[in-house]
């Protein structure tokens, strides 16, 4: 029912990974239930069949490479909309049993994309070890838990589900590496404006029009709206067929992204509304800081310019 | 008072010129009154001044260089708004009083830029005449009714009002050569949509800003309004601030003209609404045909945009 | 000859106007002959005809109204270039027989459009004076002198060569209006750059297509050239083409204004060049201030892109 | 050693997978060496300390999530570049032991992209079956041939290479899913161009400036470069600095992608070269097709203009 706050929570599994630590720092999640889903398709299927309230999935992802998975499914099947961004430091940690010393590590379970992000670390300090690939950081945690491989590279959560003991923090060679992931309900009104909000489309256009793209930029330039990402995916049903995946500045109940909104809707193929939402910000505050509107850009120059159009199509001007 | 047809119309003088002739084919005009005002400005003060109900003055003009004037007169003072443009065909004449022989001509009268457009014409006709400058058609035209020159390089209506004999006709080196001339009051509403229509601005912009009319020329193309005339002008008053005086294709009242005024208004640092007024069309139906709507950028275009976002903003959608 | 410094200078007449007052301002014009020219076309054809060296004529102009003229006429017919620019404050003076004062008074002559700048002046000091049209300033001076009326409005030059006293300085409403003359030749190399140039163009492009001109600012806006002037006259040929005449800073010499040049030659209809040349500067060093290269744009960016696009091409980068 | 074909190649592991089938359609793989690498990195690696003459990688891939990893490895460390794409159909088949029937199958081993990919398929016809994930369609078809499970979703080589039957083909939900592959080599001369060719790039831009990704594709529309593909990722090293990968279409060699990639060398942070290679064409023909060069921007034209420009330079126009 719109309007009420979710209760029932769903996100990419299994547990002890990173998707289940993003999820708790939701206040609602905290107090709801919490089922793991068995890929980010199950899990968006759960919320549109009303089976969970909302679905936590990674968007833009540094490690398991779930992206193309999630926008794929945002952009078929029924609507499904973003309510939430949640971006999570990727804080990799080497967990074993109490009592396990570095040195006597000899294997190390580890998600192949896990083990990538922290090469270095591994070179420099267990460099005979073996790595083993599991299917998850969650797995090679339970992998270490259960005494088949000596240690996990794994999220913090992981390691303290499974009574791991950290013995090294922070292993990946990027230290400011970030996942984010989406809070996704089903279609109803989006979350009021905060002032610094997001939005999230899928827009259609023809990829053989020289400057296609150009024309979809300059509808949102022209009304200063910011991009804070954009992918291009060739969509499976045809050749031919481009679609980009935006993430604008605003929410859409400003009148300049609402008019890039409609600006779009004209100009290509398709549009599909993926949300308006909260910018994620970190407990310290920081994170991306809002671009302020250009000159002549805010909500009260467009109330303006309204004004001095319905005087000059009345004829009253000045 | 708005709405009220004007009866007391006033032209850039003298009689017996190419703004006369334009004049004449105003049907309100020829059952109103028809003055002649020596200077652009002062027929423009008239009507500010509510002694005329409206202005004939040139717009665009091949003869007699007025054009900057009108387009000054017009971005200063009060305002004042274009209701209707006249494109007249620069049809010159050469006149003479009945009798005459081309042979017999010595002396022609002409405005400077009359002779210059006949150039041509005068070298192969009369290479031996003297051409004497005057400081308009209908002074010339007069001067050889009076006997003072021996013919006149004039417009049609010249001849006709000074009884002269037409020697030959369509002088001018460039047949297809017209005028433009406009008919201006003050401010009201502006005269319905005809499904061809143009828009007069004069638009401000800082000189300096490396971009600027791209900017003002991204927020006509992103909305599909076409330019069918631009030009700059330095504003007397300071140096590094331009003028622009554009004319765009469509109405006021259009849904996709409006926004775009509404973004010049918002990117400049002025804007003057100079008028919207059918686009001119000659008697056989000839003249610029109007470009259509980009696709996407009909009315109904904008109104099925407008009511998507509507639904998305209530979270209603699909 | 190319390369040979100009001597014989011809410029609009008659004497005694701003012409060549501006002409008197070039300091090889004062060694050489000044011949006035009934006419713009017919100064040019001089130049063409070879029978003069270099021409001075109104570029942009707020009297006379010979922009038109001029522009069209450097549009077709033989190639010529602009060479230099001269641009002259409007300074139009009150001039009389010695011994008349100014409540003497009856009778001004004046060109139609110096009257229509002095307008407020005249109303303030000579309300009762009948203001007489003249063919041009120096006819007015001329006419005062001779007595046929007893007072001028003319340029301090035409007060000076007919031996008027000056009654009143600086008459027009606008103290800071200005008239920008260009002095003309037939092509040749461009005058080295100075760091502060301007080049001038016809620029055609089909009108009917909607973004034409977006696309021709587009090539200058990507290379970071300003415009200072832009417009657009219809050609007298045929309906449906326009031509544009531009004023960019920077030298064709300049590597970015070089490979503008050629995006515009490329993509429009025709494009022709009229000149590279020093902008102005007032003897106090007052004028327009360049606008500095954008970052990435200066000609040793463009040199280090090219080297870089080199090492590419070879495979030798890094 | 350039120039010289390269012989031992590396593809990203296990045997049996997709990477393996797209190595072997290039014909140099055939004859040379075929090493399987754990991952992106290991692969890439490879090629850097010159184990490897070569590296075939996933570059944009609807399965197996590698896209991100790829594009990272390429934008960081030492500079590698793309020589050859290779395109492969995602044609997921169900592999058994010989013998097994439909009816008979119990369990299936899949990599959990691949049965996400395969859902509809899996619900219509072994609606009962449990899916097992495992870390690879190699190591799926591995399991299923050792009899762990009953069924793999794998590739064809994959049931091949373990003499599995191929109980259905085409399993897929989207029969038009491609996977795209990129041949990876150090620095060198990029293959001669063939008329139909890709040019990737890495762009950095800093992402708080308005209009930053508008000017990037000015860059290209104005000189007629038509993107196939975008991508903008975070960097790991520090917040508000975006890169951007672009698969342009043309070759480095043509002119107007070079000046385009000076252009893009000017105004961006940095811009890294990730190589020029033919576009792939599926054997019957098919594929994306190439988008001629619009009006004017042909290797021609750039050498019409560049002629032009000299005579005016020199004066010798026309």
């Known amino acids: 029912m719109p309007g009420t706050p979710p ?16 999820l708790r720092t939701v206040p609602a999640a905290e107090r709801g239930t919490r089922t793991p889903a068995r890929s980010v398709g199950e899990a968006l299927d759960n919320v549109r069949a009303g089976e969970a309230d909302a679905a936590l999935v990674p968007l833009e ?21 973003i309510t939430r961004e949640v971006v999570l430091p990727v804080e990799f940690v080497l967990g074993a049993r109490p009592g396990t010393a570095l040195h006597d590590i000899r294997s190390v379970a580890a998600h192949p994309q896990a083990s990538t992000q922290c090469r270095n670390w591994l070179r420099g300090h267990l460099p005979d070890a073996t790595v083993v690939d599991v299917l998850s950081n969650g797995a090679a945690a339970g992998g270490a838990a259960s005494g088949e491989y000596d240690a996990a590279i794994c999220a913090p959560i992981g390691a303290a589900r499974h009574r791991l003991a950290v013995l090294a923090n922070k292993i990946a060679d990027h230290p400011d590496a970030v996942t984010r992931f989406a809070l996704v309900s089903r279609p109803g009104p989006p979350p009021p404006p905060t002032g610094d909000d997001l939005t999230s489309l899928a827009v259609y256009i023809a990829h053989d029009r020289v400057g296609a793209l150009l024309s979809v930029l300059m509808e949102l330039a022209v009304r200063g709206v910011n991009l804070t990402r954009i992918e291009s995916r060739p969509t499976g049903e045809a050749l031919g067929r481009y679609v980009f995946f935006l993430d604008c500045a605003g929410h859409v109940a400003d009148v300049r992204l609402g008019e890039a909104l409609q600006g779009l809707r004209r100009v290509c193929a398709d549009v599909r509304f993926l949300g308006s939402y909260p910018r994620h910000r970190f407990g310290d505050g920081s994170g991306d800081r809002p671009v302020p509107a250009p000159a002549g850009l805010s909500d009260a120059d467009y109330a303006d310019a309204a004004a001095w159009l319905s005087r000059i199509r009345a004829g009253t001007l000045p």
Not at 7 to 22: D, I, K, S
Not at 67 to 80: C, Y
């Open 7 to 22: 209760t029932r929570f769903v996100y990419l599994g299994p547990e002890g990974t990173f998707a289940e630590q993003a």
């Open 61 to 81: 992802n540094s490690i398991g490479g779930a992206v193309g998975v999630t926008l794929d499914e945002m952009a078929e099947g029924d609507p499904l909309v």
